[in-house]
């Protein structure tokens, strides 16, 4: 469990393949913290920590993960958010994020607002009832606040330092992010499409 408030930034430094999988070693300020069988969400994806060495740990992504997020995407000097999970006895920042992405979606606009960012992006059409207007999303594992919130696609605006310290800074117009829709609304949908 974590809470999308983005602790670190980590850049990947060699990708190997085996078989359907990728093996990912990243830098990382908290690499050499880490220890093997911890999850930590890389861009708002749940991996788990298989080795460290000093200042790079090495997770892999399997075929499901890399069908249903933008890890396949991810290159040598690919910068990526890193968030451990949360502690029982913290404050949440943010809100409840799992690490299981729902979908991608595509970035359709970036504005500067003198100071601050806007950006648009859009999903497909299937998960629109998971989202609301004000409701909270997770963006490559960032808490956000959604609005202009329409059947499949949304906006949120970024202060200043969420787009220094995540790689939102990166992220440009046709670009793929990764979005885990709000827990507690998914749960409440479901609920609602078993009592009909």
């Known amino acids: 469990m974590f809470t999308g408030i983005v602790e670190t930034q980590g850049i990947i430094k060699k990708i190997t393949e085996k078989g359907t999988n990728k093996i990912f070693s990243i830098k990382s300020s908290i690499s050499s913290k880490l220890k093997a069988d911890q999850s930590v969400a890389h861009d708002g994806v749940c991996l788990t920590i298989e ?54 979606a595509i970035c359709t606009d970036k504005k500067e607002r003198n100071g601050s960012w806007e950006f648009s992006f859009q999903f497909p059409l299937k998960f629109g009832q998971l989202i609301i207007e004000k409701g909270s999303i997770a963006v490559n594992g960032i808490s956000l606040t959604a609005f202009n919130v329409s059947g499949n696609s949304f906006d949120v605006a970024i202060i200043p330092y969420t787009f220094e310290h995540t790689n939102m800074n990166d992220v440009n117009v046709g670009q793929k992010v990764n979005i885990e829709f709000d827990m507690l609304g998914k749960y409440i949908n479901r609920k609602l499409s078993l009592s009909k």
Do not use: S
Not at 68 to 93: A, H, Y
């Open 51 to 104: 080795d460290v060495k000093k200042n790079r740990h090495l997770v892999t992504a399997i075929a499901e993960t890399l069908g249903k997020t933008n890890i396949g995407e991810w290159r040598e000097g690919t910068v990526i958010n890193l968030e451990r999970c949360l502690k029982v006895n913290d404050r949440v920042d943010g809100h409840f994020v799992q690490g299981h992405v729902d979908t991608i």
